[in-house]
Structures are given as C-alpha cells and as structure tokens.
C-alpha cells in the first residue's frame, strides 16, 4: 500500500532474481480499513515510493486511484475465502480479508503476473491469499519472503511511523517475545499452551496491549496444541494507538524461521 520501506524492496529485489519484468502496485486499498481504522491518515508518498522502485530498476508501477479500481462506486462484489478470513487478524478485524482478497484478484486479473511476491510478516494475508489462489485456480505462483527487521528486531512496517520515542522503544518486544518461544522450541519444548504462556509473559511486562498471541497450522490458521509438526506463532499487538503484528514459523525439521 505505499510508504515503501527495506521490507518492501526485499520484496522487488526477489522478484528481480526470478523475472524478467517487474510490476509493483501502490494502493491503499479502501474496502480492506474498518470504519474506525486509519485510512485517511495511512501514510503516502507516492512520489517518494517512485524514487524507490526506479533505484530498484522496476518496469512498471501500477498506482491506480480509488476511482479506476471500484469504478461507479463499484462496492458491490468482493471476493471471500471463508472460515480462515475469520482467524486471526480476521477475528478483530471484519471483513478486513475480504478487501484483501477482492483487491489482490483484481490486480491478478488486471497485471497477470507469474508470480506475486509477498512478505511472512502479513502470515495471515499469506494463507488467506494462497487459499484464494488454490480455489479460484489462478495461474500464478505466490512466493513468502522473509520478514525484514530493524536493528533491534522490530518488523518493518509503514505503520511503524506511527509510533512516538517511548512506543518505538518497546515495541521490539513484539519479537523479543517470538525469541523466547523459538529458543524453547529449539530446546525441544513442543506444548503451544506453554509457547504461548512464555510470550505473554514477555509482552506482560512491557507497555504493550497484547491482542492475540496464536499458534496455528501456518495454512489454515487452526490453532495447534503441539507444535512438533511444524507451527505459526503469531502476535497482533497495541502501542499507543497503532496496532502492529508479527510472527515466527516454527518447523517440522526443529529448525525456526524469525525473519
């Protein structure tokens, strides 16, 4: 949706080891904000993002406006996977899924690209969006990229603007807390109830108002009671007044992906 960052171009730069031609697309996306949610002051600079992609050498950016892609007012079909647009972010967010999903058929419709490169951060986005693919039997390949940090461990995301000095400090314990559930897993603890109890814990003594924390089947998003066959640890998080998310792939070989 704009207000490029190093997580974005991650995304460009594999993009540019598999294809011969790239297309990036910059809208926000009004059917995927509730009525209470931050549309109207989600960041943008379009001309700036601009700057970015042709450092990047991309051939093309798609940055329609509202008008272009719901012409008419054009808000009446929209494109629902069920039952996983309700989990996670979907829980507290209604219809949220439903926007995106809507949103990414029409720019598979309008670009047809062989592949669409998307972050791990957004983990839900991600399975929603395959399920989506999968049923609707879309002829293009998704591709998860790793997740891209600050310094200090905190996922990149435009949202992160938000954030004043004293939220912006404790904000890395988002991932501090994914650390913590890692490094058990690592030391062979397989309970997701005793995963998830260790990152409440963590963010319990922080500033931050904790959301969720979810252990899942990574595809369906499901919860799972033990994590040995592999797992989503997933966390949606208030700081302030800006909601961030984040998560960690525990896999099935004993090995974990925080990035």
Same mark, same amino acid.
């Given at each position: 949706?704009?207000?490029? &960052?190093e ?9 540019r +080891?598999?294809? +011969? ?67 996670l ?27 669409a490169f998307?972050?791990?951060?957004d ?22 990229c ?10 990149m ?18 991932? &501090?807390s994914?650390? +913590? ?10 309970n ?42 997933a ?18 070989d004993?090995?974990?992906?925080c990035?």
């Amino acid at each position: 949706m704009g207000a490029l &960052h190093e997580g974005h171009l991650s995304l460009v730069r594999a993009a540019r +080891k598999k294809c +011969k031609t790239i297309v990036t697309s910059i809208f926000v996306n009004p059917t995927q904000f509730g009525p209470n949610e931050d549309f109207t002051r989600y960041p943008r600079d379009v001309e700036a993002d601009v700057r970015k992609l042709e450092q990047e050498r991309v051939d093309l950016v798609f940055a329609p406006s509202v008008d272009e892609m719901y012409p008419n007012g054009g808000f009446g079909t929209f494109v629902e996977v069920p039952e996983i647009s309700d989990r996670l972010d979907g829980r507290s967010r209604p219809n949220h899924f439903r926007g995106v999903a809507t949103v990414v058929a029409k720019l598979f419709h309008i670009v047809s690209p062989d592949f669409a490169f998307f972050g791990q951060k957004d983990a839900a986005q991600v399975a929603v969006l395959r399920a989506m693919v999968r049923d609707l039997n879309f002829p293009v390949e998704l591709v998860v990229c790793p997740t891209v940090r600050e310094s200090d461990g905190l996922a990149m995301s435009s949202r992160n603007q938000y954030l004043d000095r004293d939220e912006r400090s404790c904000a890395n314990v988002l991932y &501090h807390s994914l650390c +913590k559930a890692s490094e058990a897993f690592l030391r062979g603890r397989t309970n997701a109830q005793e995963l998830r109890q260790l990152v409440a814990n963590t963010i319990h003594e922080s500033k931050v108002h904790l959301e969720y924390i979810e252990i899942t089947e990574p595809d369906t998003l499901l919860p799972v009671d033990d994590v040995s066959g592999g797992a989503l640890v997933a966390i949606a998080a208030w700081i302030g007044q800006t909601r961030l998310i984040d998560n960690i792939l525990l896999q099935a070989d004993g090995t974990t992906v925080c990035a």
